[in-house]
């Protein structure tokens, strides 16, 4: 139930296209959901992050979706650029509890 | 502002010998989370500490690992007698919960541990 899962493992997506990155939860207590950008070498970035009682949320390319009835959230990073091929991780934490619970990741490569 | 420090950026060790890993958070963070990264996986949450205080052990390994965070200096993971699966890399964040009220963590460089 502390599970976070994301799809899909690898994603190769051209220049100036829409790269997609989805997260599933189980545990509803989940009020927390970040989204990390890790380029090799490198420590986590956060990027951007939602709580449940906001459906969307946007920041520049990147945006946040979130369905709290599915327990699915999604980042979309719009014009998806070379600069922006990295590992992307997603998150939940509760609003207490503190620790993050990372999914699995997703290595995008965007093509130029 | 300085972001959260952490040295050294790479150690290693021999089987058998202890490693030490410090953190230090960002200015006026007082609450830090290490996390471990294993080869191709994702971070796992290891401990959570405020000044002083752990607060959520829930993810250290029972034997050879602990972490403190005094009132005075970096936090500190120790790791007694390395073991080759030990090799990973450590990441600590901070956070300024509690005083803001804001859930953000920010994280460190990492330290790369190699166990030889």
């Known amino acids: 139930q502390q599970q976070v899962k994301q799809s899909p493992q690898s994603l190769i997506v051209q220049k100036g296209g829409i790269s997609i990155i989805n997260c599933a939860y189980e545990?509803?207590?989940?009020?927390?959901f970040p989204w990390y950008q890790q380029f090799p070498g490198k420590g986590p970035a956060l990027l951007i992050a939602?709580?449940?009682?906001?459906s969307e949320k946007k920041e520049g390319r990147f945006t946040i979706s979130f369905n709290k009835s599915a327990k699915q959230f999604s980042l979309h990073i719009m014009d998806s650029q070379p600069g922006d091929s990295a590992t992307y991780f997603c998150a939940a934490s509760l609003r207490f509890g503190g620790k993050l619970i990372f999914g699995q990741g997703t290595e995008l490569s965007v093509k130029p | 502002n300085a972001g959260v420090m952490q040295n050294p950026r790479h150690l290693v060790r021999r089987r058998g010998q202890e490693a030490r890993l410090r953190c230090s958070p960002m200015k006026g963070h007082s609450h830090v989370y290490w996390y471990r990264q294993l080869p191709e996986e994702g971070l796992k949450f290891m401990v959570y500490l405020q000044k002083e205080n752990i607060i959520d052990e829930s993810g250290m390994p029972k034997e050879r690992f602990s972490a403190e965070f005094p009132k005075e200096g970096p936090s500190i993971l120790r790791i007694q007698q390395v073991v080759r699966g030990d090799s990973a890399a450590y990441f600590c964040?901070?956070?300024?919960?509690?005083?803001?009220?804001?859930?953000?963590?920010?994280f460190g460089p990492g330290t790369r541990l190699t166990v030889t």
């Open positions: 939602i709580r449940p009682d906001v």
């Open positions: 545990n509803t207590a989940f009020d927390y």
């Open positions: 964040a901070s956070s300024p919960r509690g005083t803001s009220g804001s859930y953000e963590q920010y």
